[in-house]
């Protein structure tokens, strides 16, 4: 399993019954967690004296429960840093297990030796956008929703990253990929982080097990005659690291690179355990 174990203003302090209790800089959150089925004893006073509680609803969905806790705030993340709010189902904005794929993306970005050019599609708030351009690469970010986009570019000025080489778009990400093809333009480096479920701009509608192979096929076409990288990340449950290694492998096999799949995960300071959180695919060349 890949660790995001380098945080300092977040923790996950301890989990049990569904939940998890977790540190975003100075508040305390507890949020439902689906890998979560224990039942052990909650001993951690924090789990009573928390900031904010997602409540889950039995009819779907849920909402958010605050106690003294700002509309927004900041954490870092080495030289990164993140505006969270909490918004819709249980999110803050922030999935804090990406960060060893942060740091694997930013380590490849350094070490080529020269300009390098990535696509970050589903690109959320940006923190493998920002991640990259630190590193010294020219980012296309691409996101179906505005917000997020918007929310991205504050990331971006707040990490003092406003001026660096990012284009930012909205977009589905499916037709963004198509146009690059017909326009002839490639990439270096390809990121994507798709939604086990979600829709486009226009209603377009993505469903993870139907359409991530044709769409990782359709990436392909993009690569440049010196690819660096490609780096798919799932939170569809049942897809396991396998699946995403296998179809890496169908691919990007003639490239003669390296492919390698695992669960990512964040530790968990109470008792040393390790909260799985999705699981992440790579294709590099070494």
Not at 72 to 84: A, K, P
Not at 115 to 126: E, M, R
Not at 131 to 157: F, I, L, P, Q, Y
Request: charged share 25%; proline share 5%; with cysteine.
């Amino acid at each position: 399993m890949w660790l995001a174990d380098k945080w300092k203003d977040y923790e996950v302090i301890d989990c049990s019954k569904g939940e998890k209790l977790e540190r975003w800089g100075d508040f305390i959150l507890v949020r439902p967690d689906p890998q979560v089925i224990w039942d052990t004893p909650r001993g951690d006073r924090r789990w009573k004296r928390k900031n904010g509680h997602y409540h889950r609803s039995s009819r779907g969905g849920g909402e958010w429960e605050f106690f003294d806790l700002p509309d927004q705030w900041s954490i870092s993340y080495g030289e990164l840093t993140f505006q969270l709010k909490p918004f819709r189902f249980k999110h803050t904005g922030l999935f804090p297990e990406q960060a060893v794929n942060w740091d694997w993306c930013a380590g490849k970005i350094k070490r080529a030796g020269r300009k390098i050019k990535l696509l970050n599609l589903f690109a959320y708030t940006g923190g493998a956008t920002l991640s990259a351009a630190a590193a010294g690469a020219s980012v296309t970010h691409v996101d179906a929703s505005k917000g997020m986009v918007a929310w991205a570019k504050e990331n971006a000025a707040a990490s003092g990253l406003k001026d660096a080489p990012i284009r930012w778009i909205v977009d589905d990400c499916v037709k963004f990929v198509e146009r690059e093809i017909r326009r002839g333009n490639h990439y270096d480096a390809i990121i994507m982080d798709p939604p086990s479920y979600g829709r486009g701009p226009k209603g377009e509608i993505w469903k993870m097990e139907d359409s991530v192979h044709g769409f990782i096929r359709l990436c392909g076409k993009l690569l440049s005659d010196k690819p660096l990288f490609v780096l798919i990340n799932s939170y569809t449950t049942g897809l396991q690291p396998a699946v995403l290694a296998y179809m890496l492998g169908i691919e990007f096999g003639t490239y003669h690179g390296k492919i390698t799949a695992e669960e990512i995960g964040l530790p968990v300071s109470s008792s040393g355990l390790i909260l799985p959180g999705g699981a992440s695919g790579r294709f590099e060349i070494m």
